[in-house]
């Protein structure tokens, strides 16, 4: 069945440093792949998303490129600030029987931004 | 436009009690999702419901039961609990046969604690 795997946290970074989260997968058909966050209490919201072999998703500074070839889809920010300390999950999407549709997760990858 | 509702926000039981959480979809959306998010991991896949029907089922047990009424609304049952249901119940929404690459919305969740 499918899987997504992603870096073990937490994630300590210095307001402004690069950010790199790593996430790959494993999957029968041609998934979409979607990057959420989960803010502390709340629930999941989506921050960006990609379709196909080599789209480039982004929103809010961060960056995620679907790689068939390394089955990846790793997420970048060039400079984080406080405000994105969340908890990040990499997911994946695929279409079954009937045409339904079915979100696989990541574990979460929790991200801390210390001033 | 109202996203994706969840009642309560929280919730405490005791062990072998039984549990009914509720979830409206986003307007326009058909279809349900509901996922359990334990402490520290990622969603999983509980179930989908479409046209008032289980379309697919995760790995869990018949203690988990739900419905899906005409109004594409729905509620997850949890019956016998146990300590291990303590979690964050997320339901999400989404439109059957849409393409794969349309994300799924998803509610604030019901954090359930299980005594």
């Known amino acids: 069945g499918n899987s997504v795997t992603q870096m073990e946290g937490p994630v300590t970074l210095s307001e402004e440093a690069f950010l790199t989260i790593n996430c790959t997968y494993t999957?029968?058909?041609?998934?979409?792949l979607f990057w959420y966050v989960q803010y502390p209490g709340e629930g999941l919201q989506l921050l960006l998303k990609?379709?196909?072999?080599?789209d480039k998703g982004s929103n809010k500074g961060f960056e995620a490129t679907y790689r068939k070839e390394t089955t990846s889809f790793h997420l970048e920010k060039g400079s984080v600030q406080v405000s994105d300390s969340a908890v990040y999950f990499c997911?994946?999407?695929?279409?079954?029987?009937?045409?339904?549709?079915?979100?696989?997760f990541g574990t979460g990858t929790k991200l801390q931004v210390i001033p | 436009d109202a996203g994706v509702t969840q009642s309560p926000t929280h919730l405490i039981k005791t062990r072998g009690q039984q549990v009914t959480l509720r979830c409206s979809p986003k307007?326009?959306?058909?279809?349900v999702s509901w996922y359990q998010q334990a402490l520290g991991q990622g969603p999983q896949f509980i179930f989908q419901?479409?046209?008032?029907?289980?379309?697919q089922r995760g790995n869990f047990p018949d203690r988990f039961s739900g419905h899906q009424f005409p109004n594409y609304s729905s509620e997850l049952n949890v019956n016998a609990l146990l300590l291990g249901d303590s979690a964050l119940y997320l339901c999400?929404?989404?439109?059957?046969?849409?393409?794969?690459?349309?994300?799924?919305?998803f509610g604030q969740g019901t954090r359930l604690t299980v005594v």
């Open positions: 999957a029968t058909g041609y998934p979409s």
């Open positions: 999400a929404s989404s439109l059957v046969l849409q393409p794969v690459n349309t994300e799924a919305f």
């Open positions: 990609a379709t196909k072999a080599d």
């Open positions: 307007s326009g959306h058909d279809t």
């Open positions: 997911a994946l999407s695929d279409a079954y029987s009937g045409g339904y549709q079915k979100v696989t």
């Open positions: 419901y479409y046209e008032e029907e289980e379309r």
